[in-house]
């Protein structure tokens, strides 16, 4: 009798151990959802071509500003509501444009595709991959944003980033020429000048939000 149940002890012994070790394997790491406000420095690379951006993020009051010095070039605004609505300007130059898209919500990172670690720019960080579109890493220890790679090429360098940091109101109000019907020749001129960020990141919305009502 002891014979048998010897082997039954075993066996149980084995599967619990099997299930525990099953139970207790660490699940990936998710990415931090943005804060509702914050202001971050970044430094752009688009094949040699180099830009400094300052990003206001205002998510309560439905409003995003990337202020773009481009290198011995052009200080371009574009300026994102969340209606859809984009003014970019510059201090003579102004096109007014609408998607059907808003500002980037908070966890759009939701879903991304965890890669594992990797040290950039000297920092251990978790990398994840988001629609085949970004990548995107977030330091381990204090979970701030490093390093973005757009599947263009197009990279940013986090350089700050300032958690509550809130531009004053007056300074998110468009030009009184970006409202004028006949300034369509500025309208047309700017754009060039905007560079890749506003539009990369349109077309992450847009990819995002078609990802999301996949799911």
Same mark, same amino acid.
Not at 75 to 99: M, P, Q
Not at 119 to 128: A, P, Q, R, S, T
């Given at each position: 009798?002891?014979?048998?149940?010897?082997?039954?002890?075993?066996?149980?012994?084995?599967?619990?151990?099997?299930?525990?070790?099953?139970?207790?394997?660490? =699940?990936?790491? @998710?990415?931090? @959802?943005?804060?509702?406000?914050?202001?971050?420095?970044?430094?752009?690379?688009?094949?040699?071509?180099?830009?400094?951006?300052?990003?206001?993020?205002?998510?309560?009051?439905?409003?995003?500003?990337?202020?773009?010095?481009?290198?011995?070039?052009?200080?371009?605004?574009?300026?994102?509501?969340?209606?859809?609505?984009?003014?970019?300007?510059?201090?003579?130059?102004?096109?007014?444009?609408?998607?059907?898209?808003?500002?980037?919500?908070?966890?759009?990172?939701?879903?991304?595709?965890?890669?594992?670690?990797?040290?950039?720019?000297?920092?251990?960080?978790?990398?994840?991959? =988001?629609?085949?579109?970004?990548?995107?890493?977030?330091?381990?220890?204090?979970?701030?944003?490093?390093?973005?790679?757009?599947?263009?090429?197009?990279?940013?360098?986090?350089?700050?980033?300032?958690?509550?940091?809130?531009?004053?109101?007056?300074?998110?109000?468009?030009?009184?020429?970006?409202?004028?019907?006949?300034?369509?020749?500025? =309208?047309?001129?700017?754009?060039?000048?905007?560079?890749?960020?506003?539009?990369?990141?349109?077309?992450?919305?847009?990819?995002?939000?078609?990802?999301?009502?996949?799911?």
């Amino acid at each position: 009798m002891a014979s048998a149940v010897k082997p039954i002890f075993v066996f149980l012994v084995f599967i619990s151990f099997h299930f525990s070790a099953f139970s207790s394997k660490p =699940k990936d790491p @998710t990415p931090s @959802t943005w804060p509702l406000q914050f202001h971050s420095a970044l430094f752009m690379n688009n094949s040699g071509t180099l830009q400094k951006v300052d990003l206001w993020y205002d998510w309560p009051n439905g409003r995003n500003f990337n202020i773009i010095q481009n290198q011995l070039g052009k200080l371009t605004y574009d300026l994102e509501w969340d209606n859809g609505t984009s003014f970019i300007y510059t201090n003579k130059e102004c096109r007014v444009l609408h998607f059907d898209v808003g500002v980037l919500r908070p966890n759009w990172l939701d879903g991304a595709n965890y890669l594992g670690q990797q040290h950039k720019d000297g920092f251990l960080c978790n990398v994840w991959e =988001k629609v085949d579109f970004i990548w995107y890493y977030e330091d381990v220890i204090t979970k701030r944003p490093v390093y973005w790679a757009f599947y263009t090429g197009y990279t940013a360098h986090v350089m700050t980033f300032d958690v509550g940091a809130v531009l004053e109101d007056s300074e998110w109000q468009a030009p009184v020429y970006c409202f004028k019907e006949d300034e369509e020749k500025r =309208k047309q001129a700017v754009i060039g000048s905007l560079g890749m960020i506003g539009r990369l990141l349109v077309k992450l919305m847009r990819g995002v939000s078609s990802a999301s009502m996949a799911l």
